[in-house]
């Protein structure tokens, strides 16, 4: 569903990531790790359209992205939840969940919305900026699977929410995988929520991959030396 080969991406004539190359088949979650600094964020903000790419492809349920513009990957079926969440705090939530559709062309939400996440109906004419960081993020996710994506990417989704919601928000990245068949891709500092979505885990380290495993053979001892500082 997505294939990133030989990947590079720079800050200007600062290279920060060097080569990536990875899979990401349908209804799959792969969690990628790696401590602050070492490019996950400008990974996912390559993937969607925010960083340019210097070489390097990125093609999408097998159409070439690398050089589409973020609005034209939307539109091709990339979903993207940034870090920080960054819905529209003036907005109500009704409303920030209503701007996903912009890119599908469709007048109504997708039943299934409401259905993963109760809260968001319930305060649907609540502004977003007076949600607890918990309802924002589930409120981010919603607004990315309002525009119908067959990748869904996700920077950091549990920075500054409570671990009760973090355990919540694991199972319903489980329950959107296995109903829509998306392929999930999170870029992940916290190992026991990586490990509890994962398929598969894969280990950024000063701009290279270094390490992949499946969950099942997963050495979580080698995992935590990956993120000691």
């Known amino acids: 569903m997505l294939d990133v080969s030989n990947y590079h991406v720079a800050y200007g004539e600062s290279e920060v990531l060097h080569g990536i190359d990875f899979a990401v088949g349908e209804g799959e979650i792969v969690s990628v790790l790696g401590r602050n600094g070492m490019g996950k964020s400008t990974l996912m903000k390559s993937l969607s359209g925010l960083?340019?790419?210097?070489?390097?492809?990125?093609?999408?349920?097998?159409?070439?992205?690398?050089?589409?513009?973020s609005h034209q990957r939307v539109v091709a079926g990339l979903g993207y939840v940034p870090q920080g969440r960054m819905i529209f705090p003036a907005l109500t939530v009704e409303e920030n969940l209503r701007t996903g559709l912009v890119s599908t062309?469709?007048?109504?939400?997708?039943?299934?919305?409401?259905?993963?996440?109760?809260?968001?109906?319930?305060?649907?004419?609540?502004?977003?900026?007076?949600?607890?960081?918990?309802?924002?993020?589930?409120?981010?996710?919603?607004?990315?699977?309002?525009?119908?994506p067959r990748v869904l990417l996700l920077d950091e989704p549990t920075e500054g929410i409570q671990p009760s919601i973090i355990r919540e928000l694991a199972q319903v990245l489980k329950r959107i995988r296995d109903t829509r068949?998306?392929?999930?891709?999170?870029?992940?500092?916290?190992?026991?929520?990586?490990?509890?979505?994962?398929?598969?885990?894969?280990?950024?380290?000063?701009g290279r991959l270094v390490h992949e495993a499946t969950r099942d053979n997963v050495d979580e001892a080698q995992l935590m030396r990956f993120l000691s500082v």
């Open 51 to 69: 960083m340019p790419t210097r070489t390097g492809k990125a093609v999408l349920d097998g159409k070439d992205i690398t050089h589409l513009k």
């Open 105 to 148: 062309g469709n007048a109504s939400l997708p039943a299934d919305i409401h259905e993963l996440f109760p809260v968001l109906e319930e305060m649907r004419a609540r502004r977003g900026g007076n949600l607890s960081g918990g309802q924002q993020q589930q409120l981010a996710i919603g607004r990315a699977l309002a525009t119908g």
């Open 181 to 206: 068949q998306l392929a999930i891709v999170v870029s992940e500092q916290v190992l026991s929520f990586a490990l509890e979505v994962a398929d598969r885990v894969l280990v950024l380290e000063n």
